[in-house]
């Protein structure tokens, strides 16, 4: 037994070994492979979760190939991450030790080291990296489908380590406090912004739809006070009049339909339509009673947020709302196109005004009523908004301290506001220009040699 054990010990001892050719051969070999193992798990981190769950549904309806994979794999984002994390970890350590290996044969240790360091992160970060998630970025929907059914044998293959990983992030986590949901990603609204944006320059999106999108996004955090007609705009008729006095207020209004109210306009009742009036002037029995034809209106308080006002006269079917403050004093209303105006834009009719309206690039005639901050995105400024005022007229009036008059001018930053028309106590509209270097340094100057200095100190007297 010992004689036998002997000699097969000497066989293999005897054996030929391969050479440091061979070797290197095979070494090579399996690092390019390697290399195009880490290029495949790469972009398919790209490919799948860049693309939208939507065209994911859209693929699997035009019963493309590849698509109800792709599906199942996305209803576990989790797994499908921490496989291709498993997979693409375990082919870039396995690259380096085979590396340092061959790099062993030829070099000392240290040196080893050293070109494996370099020379391994660069290939894998230009063929393993870069390039792989390039392509993938640029064919994400395509790349998806045909690395679909192979990233899948991949998960079934890294299972046990799948599982194994997995147990041990969420127990770090525990640790440290840190969510599991590795794979958690969100886009946030000032990332969307920055995407329009680069959309608009890129040419994708028009300027009118920027425009449109952006204020979107600011519907959500606007207020009714902000769109409201205020009180001093609102033409209203009173409970006893009649019903030919309320349509000749509506046509003198030039509103299809207007508040009614009892006593004064803190208690307004309802809301009557030009049709309603003429309908029972024309067509009721007996004597046209104004009250018959008033429908009930909706009171809101002048905080509320506007995406939920507007849900709410959609489920009320409401046309106009009535906009109090915490004492219940009427502030003003709603109209259904006021809230349309907010996304789309103004939509004048007949003789309105326009809002802003430019006479040259830097100066344009701004109306009162105007928000801060639609002044700032129009004219490409930046005046305060603050809880003391929400309109030009607001921010005059809080600059000045008092009543202005026409033909007052402010100068705030760079911005000069002359006042061009006013209405007893209310800034109908004024003048905004832009200053240029050159005029603000000019307007300073002007401020400050008009300020009281000391008085000049009386001549020596030769006399004396």
């Not at 291709?84 to 790099?103: E, K, Q």
């Not at 901050?373 to 309109?391: A, M, R, S, Y």
Request: with cysteine; glycine share 8%; charged share 25%.
């Amino acid at each position: 037994m010992g004689l036998s054990s002997s000699v097969s010990a000497a066989d293999v001892l005897q054996l030929p070994m391969p050479g440091d050719g061979v070797v290197t051969v095979l070494g090579v070999a399996a690092i390019l492979v390697l290399v195009g193992l880490s290029a495949f798990f790469s972009s398919s981190e790209i490919a799948m979760f860049s693309l939208p769950q939507h065209r994911v549904d859209s693929l699997v309806d035009e019963g493309v190939t590849g698509a109800e994979t792709i599906r199942g794999m996305k209803q576990n984002p989790h797994r499908l991450l921490v496989t291709i994390l498993v997979g693409n970890n375990i082919v870039n350590v396995a690259m380096t030790s085979i590396a340092t290996a061959l790099f062993g044969i030829y070099l000392s240790r240290g040196e080893s080291v050293l070109a494996t360091t370099f020379g391994i992160t660069t290939l894998v970060l230009i063929f393993g990296e870069s390039a792989p998630k390039s392509y993938a970025v640029e064919n994400t929907e395509s790349w998806a489908l045909r690395i679909a059914r192979p990233l899948k044998l991949s998960e079934y293959a890294l299972y046990p380590l799948v599982v194994l990983f997995d147990y041990i992030v969420k127990g770090v986590n525990k640790v440290i406090g840190g969510s599991s949901a590795i794979e958690s990603t969100y886009v946030t609204r000032d990332e969307i912004q920055d995407i329009i944006e680069t959309g608009e320059r890129e040419g994708v999106i028009e300027e009118e739809e920027r425009e449109m999108l952006d204020r979107i996004f600011r519907f959500n955090n606007t207020i009714a006070k902000e769109v409201m007609t205020p009180r001093l705009d609102v033409t209203a008729v009173a409970k006893e009049s009649s019903v030919e006095e309320a349509i000749e207020k509506c046509i003198q209004a030039d509103h299809e339909r207007v508040p009614v109210y009892e006593g004064n306009l803190d208690n307004i009742i309802g809301v009557v339509t030009v049709r309603d009036l003429v309908r029972e002037l024309r067509y009721s029995e007996g004597e046209p009673s104004l009250a018959r034809v008033v429908k009930p209106t909706l009171h809101v308080p002048e905080s509320k947020n506007a995406d939920e006002l507007l849900a709410e006269m959609q489920d009320n079917r409401l046309q106009m709302v009535t906009v109090i403050d915490e004492f219940g004093t009427t502030e003003g209303i709603i109209t259904l196109e006021d809230m349309v105006e907010e996304i789309v834009g103004e939509i004048l009719e007949g003789d309105e005004e326009a809002p802003v309206e430019f006479i040259e690039d830097n100066v344009a005639v701004v109306q009162g009523e105007v928000n801060i901050d639609e002044v700032n995105e129009i004219l490409g400024i930046d005046l305060p908004e603050g809880e003391e005022f929400e309109t030009l007229a607001g921010f005059v009036f809080n600059r000045a301290g008092r009543l202005v008059e026409e033909g007052e001018e402010i100068e705030f930053d760079g911005i000069r506001i002359r006042i061009e028309r006013v209405d007893n106590t209310r800034i109908m509209s004024a003048r905004v220009t832009v200053l240029d270097a050159a005029e603000t340094a000019e307007s300073i100057a002007e401020e400050e040699a008009a300020e009281p200095g000391a008085e000049p100190e009386a001549p020596p007297n030769d006399a004396e």
